[in-house]
Protein backbone atom coordinates (compact mmCIF):
# COMPACT_ATOMS: atom_id res chain seq x y z
CA UNK A 1 0.00 0.00 0.00
CA UNK A 2 1.59 3.18 -1.47
CA UNK A 3 0.74 6.30 1.14
CA UNK A 4 1.11 9.93 0.60
CA UNK A 5 3.20 12.13 3.62
CA UNK A 6 2.07 16.09 3.27
CA UNK A 7 3.80 18.53 5.60
CA UNK A 8 3.95 22.05 5.90
CA UNK A 9 1.51 23.17 2.86
CA UNK A 10 1.32 26.76 4.13
CA UNK A 11 -1.51 28.28 1.99
CA UNK A 12 -0.25 27.36 -1.03
CA UNK A 13 -3.13 25.97 -2.96
CA UNK A 14 -0.61 26.00 -6.21
CA UNK A 15 1.66 23.46 -5.03
CA UNK A 16 -0.76 21.43 -2.87
CA UNK A 17 -3.16 20.66 -6.23
CA UNK A 18 0.01 19.68 -8.11
CA UNK A 19 1.57 17.04 -5.29
CA UNK A 20 -2.16 16.01 -4.94
CA UNK A 21 -1.85 15.18 -8.79
CA UNK A 22 1.27 13.47 -8.39
CA UNK A 23 0.79 11.35 -5.45
CA UNK A 24 -2.63 10.22 -7.16
CA UNK A 25 -0.47 9.39 -10.45
CA UNK A 26 1.66 6.86 -8.32
CA UNK A 27 -1.61 5.20 -6.49
CA UNK A 28 -1.36 6.42 -2.91
CA UNK A 29 -4.34 4.88 -1.11
CA UNK A 30 -4.40 7.42 1.34
CA UNK A 31 -2.71 10.80 3.08
CA UNK A 32 -1.12 11.51 5.99
CA UNK A 33 -0.96 14.90 6.70
CA UNK A 34 1.72 16.55 9.41
CA UNK A 35 -0.12 20.03 9.65
CA UNK A 36 1.44 23.59 9.44
CA UNK A 37 -1.66 24.56 6.99
CA UNK A 38 -1.71 27.86 6.60
CA UNK A 39 0.29 30.64 7.94
CA UNK A 40 2.47 32.89 5.86
CA UNK A 41 0.86 31.54 2.47
CA UNK A 42 -0.80 32.52 -0.51
CA UNK A 43 -4.62 31.18 0.25
CA UNK A 44 -5.24 30.18 4.03
CA UNK A 45 -8.91 30.33 4.00
CA UNK A 46 -8.94 28.22 1.12
CA UNK A 47 -6.21 25.71 1.96
CA UNK A 48 -7.85 24.92 5.65
CA UNK A 49 -11.49 24.70 3.71
CA UNK A 50 -9.94 22.48 1.38
CA UNK A 51 -8.40 20.11 3.84
CA UNK A 52 -11.58 19.82 6.15
CA UNK A 53 -13.43 18.34 3.14
CA UNK A 54 -10.65 15.70 2.62
CA UNK A 55 -10.56 12.02 4.22
CA UNK A 56 -6.68 12.26 5.47
CA UNK A 57 -5.21 11.47 8.57
CA UNK A 58 -4.41 15.19 9.58
CA UNK A 59 -2.02 16.23 12.57
CA UNK A 60 -1.43 19.91 14.57
CA UNK A 61 1.25 21.84 13.07
CA UNK A 62 2.99 24.85 15.32
CA UNK A 63 1.77 27.42 13.31
CA UNK A 64 -2.03 25.57 13.33
CA UNK A 65 -1.72 26.16 17.11
CA UNK A 66 -0.49 29.74 17.51
CA UNK A 67 -3.35 30.56 14.75
CA UNK A 68 -6.09 29.22 16.92
CA UNK A 69 -4.37 30.18 20.10
CA UNK A 70 -4.41 33.62 18.66
CA UNK A 71 -3.39 36.45 21.96
CA UNK A 72 -1.01 39.45 21.97
CA UNK A 73 1.30 37.43 23.83
CA UNK A 74 1.84 35.25 21.05
CA UNK A 75 1.91 38.12 18.54
CA UNK A 76 4.90 39.62 20.55
CA UNK A 77 6.83 36.53 20.79
CA UNK A 78 6.76 35.43 17.31
CA UNK A 79 7.50 39.53 15.72
CA UNK A 80 10.38 39.80 18.26
CA UNK A 81 12.14 36.98 16.90
CA UNK A 82 10.58 37.29 13.28
CA UNK A 83 8.68 40.38 12.20
CA UNK A 84 7.47 39.36 9.35
CA UNK A 85 5.99 36.22 10.43
CA UNK A 86 4.27 38.09 13.15
CA UNK A 87 2.45 40.28 10.56
CA UNK A 88 1.48 37.15 8.48
CA UNK A 89 0.30 35.43 11.95
CA UNK A 90 -2.13 38.31 12.83
CA UNK A 91 -3.27 38.66 9.48
CA UNK A 92 -4.25 35.31 9.08
CA UNK A 93 -5.58 35.05 12.67
CA UNK A 94 -7.90 37.75 11.59
CA UNK A 95 -8.64 35.90 8.06
CA UNK A 96 -9.72 32.47 9.54
CA UNK A 97 -13.08 32.54 10.66
CA UNK A 98 -13.62 30.94 14.03
CA UNK A 99 -14.75 28.19 12.72
CA UNK A 100 -11.54 27.27 10.71
CA UNK A 101 -9.75 28.11 13.98
CA UNK A 102 -11.84 25.48 15.94
CA UNK A 103 -10.61 23.31 13.13
CA UNK A 104 -7.07 24.00 13.74
CA UNK A 105 -7.67 23.59 17.83
CA UNK A 106 -8.97 20.52 17.76
CA UNK A 107 -6.31 18.73 15.68
CA UNK A 108 -4.22 15.89 17.60
CA UNK A 109 -0.59 16.86 18.50
CA UNK A 110 0.27 13.03 17.25
CA UNK A 111 -0.98 10.10 15.66
CA UNK A 112 -0.17 6.33 15.80
CA UNK A 113 -1.20 3.92 13.62
CA UNK A 114 -0.64 0.50 12.19
CA UNK A 115 0.15 0.62 8.86
CA UNK A 116 0.18 -2.91 7.06
CA UNK A 117 1.89 -4.04 10.68
CA UNK A 118 4.21 -1.22 10.66
CA UNK A 119 3.48 0.79 13.76
CA UNK A 120 3.87 4.68 12.40
CA UNK A 121 3.91 8.04 14.33
CA UNK A 122 2.97 10.83 12.94
CA UNK A 123 4.44 14.56 14.44
CA UNK A 124 5.04 17.81 13.26
CA UNK A 125 8.41 18.62 14.67
CA UNK A 126 9.39 16.02 16.71
CA UNK A 127 8.18 13.25 19.24
CA UNK A 128 8.90 15.57 21.70
CA UNK A 129 8.16 19.82 20.68
CA UNK A 130 5.83 20.92 17.69
CA UNK A 131 8.76 22.95 16.51
CA UNK A 132 12.46 21.27 17.54
CA UNK A 133 13.80 20.51 14.17
CA UNK A 134 14.72 17.30 12.60
CA UNK A 135 17.00 18.84 9.99
CA UNK A 136 19.59 16.76 7.57
CA UNK A 137 23.38 15.70 8.76
CA UNK A 138 22.37 15.42 12.09
CA UNK A 139 24.43 13.08 14.53
CA UNK A 140 22.80 9.59 14.64
CA UNK A 141 23.34 10.34 18.61
CA UNK A 142 21.05 13.00 18.21
CA UNK A 143 18.44 11.73 16.19
CA UNK A 144 18.07 8.73 18.79
CA UNK A 145 17.80 10.79 21.82
CA UNK A 146 15.27 12.71 20.39
CA UNK A 147 13.01 9.68 19.60
CA UNK A 148 14.01 7.53 22.74
CA UNK A 149 10.60 7.53 24.24
CA UNK A 150 9.03 5.36 21.30
CA UNK A 151 8.61 2.53 20.32
CA UNK A 152 7.44 3.44 16.78
CA UNK A 153 8.93 1.62 13.68
CA UNK A 154 8.58 5.05 11.63
CA UNK A 155 8.35 8.37 12.71
CA UNK A 156 7.32 10.92 10.35
CA UNK A 157 7.80 14.33 10.72
CA UNK A 158 7.97 17.61 9.11
CA UNK A 159 8.86 21.41 10.23
CA UNK A 160 12.29 22.43 8.99
CA UNK A 161 10.90 22.13 5.45
CA UNK A 162 13.92 20.42 4.11
CA UNK A 163 13.62 16.52 3.75
CA UNK A 164 15.77 14.09 5.36
CA UNK A 165 15.37 10.46 6.84
CA UNK A 166 17.70 8.29 9.09
CA UNK A 167 17.65 5.27 10.64
CA UNK A 168 19.01 4.71 13.93
CA UNK A 169 20.80 1.49 15.86
CA UNK A 170 17.55 0.65 17.26
CA UNK A 171 16.09 -0.50 13.46
CA UNK A 172 13.97 2.67 13.65
CA UNK A 173 13.16 5.18 11.11
CA UNK A 174 12.68 8.86 11.00
CA UNK A 175 11.52 10.70 7.72
CA UNK A 176 10.98 13.97 7.27
CA UNK A 177 8.51 14.68 4.29
CA UNK A 178 10.08 18.07 3.59
CA UNK A 179 7.43 20.89 2.69
CA UNK A 180 4.34 21.14 0.18
CA UNK A 181 3.95 25.09 0.45
CA UNK A 182 7.46 26.50 1.24
CA UNK A 183 10.06 24.27 0.32
CA UNK A 184 13.34 25.29 0.87
CA UNK A 185 15.64 22.86 -1.23
CA UNK A 186 17.64 24.31 -4.18
CA UNK A 187 14.93 24.03 -7.17
CA UNK A 188 12.34 25.34 -4.60
CA UNK A 189 9.50 22.57 -6.17
CA UNK A 190 7.23 21.18 -3.49
CA UNK A 191 8.51 18.24 -1.52
CA UNK A 192 5.93 14.92 -0.12
CA UNK A 193 6.98 11.66 0.68
CA UNK A 194 5.47 8.25 -0.27
CA UNK A 195 5.72 5.41 1.31
CA UNK A 196 5.32 1.86 -0.07
CA UNK A 197 4.62 -0.62 2.95
CA UNK A 198 4.42 -4.07 2.24
CA UNK A 199 3.68 -6.78 4.66
CA UNK A 200 5.70 -5.40 8.00
CA UNK A 201 8.67 -3.36 5.42
CA UNK A 202 8.66 0.03 3.85
CA UNK A 203 10.31 2.03 2.05
CA UNK A 204 10.63 5.42 1.28
CA UNK A 205 11.01 7.98 -1.82
CA UNK A 206 11.02 11.72 -1.48
CA UNK A 207 9.17 13.49 -4.40
CA UNK A 208 10.03 16.89 -5.55
CA UNK A 209 6.98 18.40 -7.73
CA UNK A 210 7.00 21.51 -10.32
CA UNK A 211 3.97 24.05 -9.99
CA UNK A 212 3.40 27.43 -10.79
CA UNK A 213 5.44 29.65 -8.46
CA UNK A 214 4.83 32.36 -10.13
CA UNK A 215 1.26 32.37 -9.62
CA UNK A 216 1.30 31.70 -5.91
CA UNK A 217 3.95 34.30 -5.24
CA UNK A 218 1.49 36.92 -7.00
CA UNK A 219 -1.26 36.26 -4.95
CA UNK A 220 0.90 36.20 -1.48
CA UNK A 221 2.64 39.07 -2.32
CA UNK A 222 -1.23 40.93 -2.64
CA UNK A 223 -2.06 39.89 0.79
CA UNK A 224 -2.45 42.45 3.25
CA UNK A 225 0.30 42.59 5.38
CA UNK A 226 3.91 44.32 5.78
CA UNK A 227 6.06 41.57 4.21
CA UNK A 228 4.09 40.07 1.93
CA UNK A 229 5.80 40.71 -1.02
CA UNK A 230 9.47 38.90 0.78
CA UNK A 231 7.67 35.88 1.89
CA UNK A 232 6.24 35.45 -1.61
CA UNK A 233 10.10 36.19 -3.02
CA UNK A 234 10.98 32.89 -0.98
CA UNK A 235 8.80 31.35 -2.95
CA UNK A 236 10.55 31.52 -6.14
CA UNK A 237 14.51 31.30 -4.63
CA UNK A 238 14.15 30.09 -1.08
CA UNK A 239 16.91 32.00 0.34
CA UNK A 240 15.75 31.71 4.50
CA UNK A 241 13.35 30.10 6.45
CA UNK A 242 11.57 33.09 8.47
CA UNK A 243 11.69 37.13 7.78
Not at 14 to 37: F, H, P, R, T
Not at 120 to 130: D, I, T
Request: net charge negative; charged share 25%.
Amino acid sequence: MKVAVISDIHGNMQALEAVINDYKSQNCEKVLCLGDLAMAGPQPSETVDFVKGQNWEIIQGNTDKMIAEFSDKILSNVKSAFPVMGNALENDAEILSEVQKEYLANLSPQKELIMENVKVLMVHGSPRRNNEDILPNRPIEEIEEIIANTDADLILCGHTHIPCGYQTSKKQTVVNAGSVGRPFTDNAKACYAIIDFNSGAFSVEHRFVDYNREKAAEILAQRKFQGAEKLAGILLKPETRHL
